[in-house]
């Protein structure tokens, strides 16, 4: 099921309106020349791109960061021959077919062409939807889209068509996305910053430009906007439900930097475990992160400032308040084999005590993991990782709430507690 769809406010659409006669000439640009913008010229000398070993090599590891194959690979599907399926709040998009394939691939495309597209999000074919990182990709350099675009077209070719997206007017229109980026897309350059380290200019590169991080961890705007001042400020991923941290130096404060380069390859570490999509992402795509590549990460994130984004405080009784012998006995019984009597951790199983994601704002992330269960990753660092068991079928929703609100509430945590209705709310949410 997906998640609820989000009602665009009549104040904002009538923002759209003295864009009209601009989106008119869009309209009449996408679909009289089949997209917009001026290809880049070939650069002096260029009549190929390399495709030995070692260029081939870096693509591999370049696209793995990246996460190409996930985006584009269906589940059980063909590599990279697109069609996986995104919702969004205003429909379903999928995404398109990377494999050399003539007809319904890139292989026809020019290095010029597929640069272009990453950076600009202008494909041979129009306009792409901002669901593709292109204001991420903007930032790759010319070597590392070239051996990218060198790996996509060594992989075998296979003929799938891409599935049409399912969406809601105005993005049903192509058209409509040139005042979308007219609105909210500012290309900017990553201009080395001089004054900090090498390592630390690596790790921006990898966070904000070819990793996309803040496309799960950035708090959305009107009309999925990420503003830059949002960026890895945590929020809600779309589609899934699921809460994405904030990443930044007062959210990641109990991690080392060698303990967050570690997790990032392992997925899971002292202070918690990758669950979710987040699983998923260290599944295919960090846990090949190279360890120089991990520290520069860890670095980079650290040395974030946290986001000031004002919110209107929820005012809903504290978990603490539900602590008492009956969450206690359930807290014994199912919980602190692994988690400690005091929520301490344990060697397989993270603190529960002091962790920001138990309690987070919203609850909705240590809902699903105690209704469904979870397990993390398992990487080439940790093969057999620990799995959490699901409680769904096990205990009541009383008693789910009730172990939910104890886990908030003790320990030294101070979080609100958890409704019923918000229980109920993750039930609705996609099992993935």
Request: overall charge neutral; hydrophobic content about 40%; glycine content about 10%.
């Amino acid at each position: 099921m997906n998640a609820p769809r989000r009602r665009v406010s009549p104040m904002a659409l009538f923002a759209l309106v003295p864009l009209l006669p601009l989106f008119v000439i869009g309209w009449v640009l996408v679909n009289a020349q089949g997209g917009i913008g001026v290809l880049s010229a070939p650069r002096d000398g260029e009549t190929s791109i390399a495709s030995d070993a070692a260029t081939l090599q870096r693509g591999e590891y370049l696209a793995r960061l990246g996460n190409c194959t996930t985006c584009h690979t269906t589940r059980g599907g063909a590599e990279l021959a697109g069609g996986r399926a995104f919702s969004t709040d205003y429909g379903t998009i999928h995404s398109t077919n990377l494999t050399p394939d003539a007809a319904t691939g890139i292989g026809e495309w020019s290095v010029q062409e597929f640069g272009h597209a990453m950076r600009h999000g202008v494909s041979r074919h129009g306009l792409l939807y901002p669901v593709f990182p292109f204001q991420n990709f903007q930032h790759l350099t010319d070597a590392d889209v070239d051996a990218i675009f060198a790996w996509l077209r060594s992989r075998p070719a296979i003929a799938q068509a891409t599935p049409a997206n399912t969406l809601a007017f105005p993005a049903s229109s192509r058209a409509m996305v040139l005042g979308w980026r007219m609105l909210f897309h500012r290309p900017q350059p990553l201009v080395e910053d001089v004054s900090r380290s090498a390592q630390w200019n690596r790790g921006r590169y990898l966070v904000e430009g070819l990793g996309h991080c803040d496309m799960c961890h950035g708090e959305r705007a009107e009309f999925g906007s990420l503003p830059s001042d949002r960026r890895n400020a945590g929020g809600t991923i779309p589609g899934l439900g699921w809460r994405a941290p904030p990443l930044d130096q007062d959210a990641l404060s109990r991690w080392s930097q060698d303990e967050l380069a570690y997790y990032l390859r392992a997925g899971t570490g002292k202070h918690g475990s990758a669950y979710g999509p987040m699983a998923e992402v260290i599944a295919s795509s960090l846990q090949y992160l190279e360890p120089a590549d991990a520290q520069a990460m860890a670095a980079y994130l650290q040395s974030l400032p946290p986001a000031r984004i004002h919110r209107v405080p929820v005012r809903q009784p504290q978990a603490s308040a539900s602590v008492g012998p009956a969450s206690i006995a359930l807290y014994e019984r199912h919980c602190a084999d692994c988690h400690g009597s005091k929520g301490e951790g344990g060697e397989r199983a993270p603190p529960l005590a002091g962790n920001p994601q138990v309690t987070a704002e919203d609850p909705v992330n240590p809902i699903r993991v105690v209704l469904y269960g979870a397990a993390a990753p398992a990487t080439r660092a940790e093969p057999a990782p620990h799995s959490m068991p699901p409680f769904v079928d096990r205990i009541s929703d009383a008693d789910i709430a009730l172990l939910l609100n104890h886990i908030r509430g003790s320990f030294g945590n101070q979080a609100a507690a958890v409704s019923r209705e918000q229980l109920s709310a993750a039930r609705t949410l996609p099992l993935e």
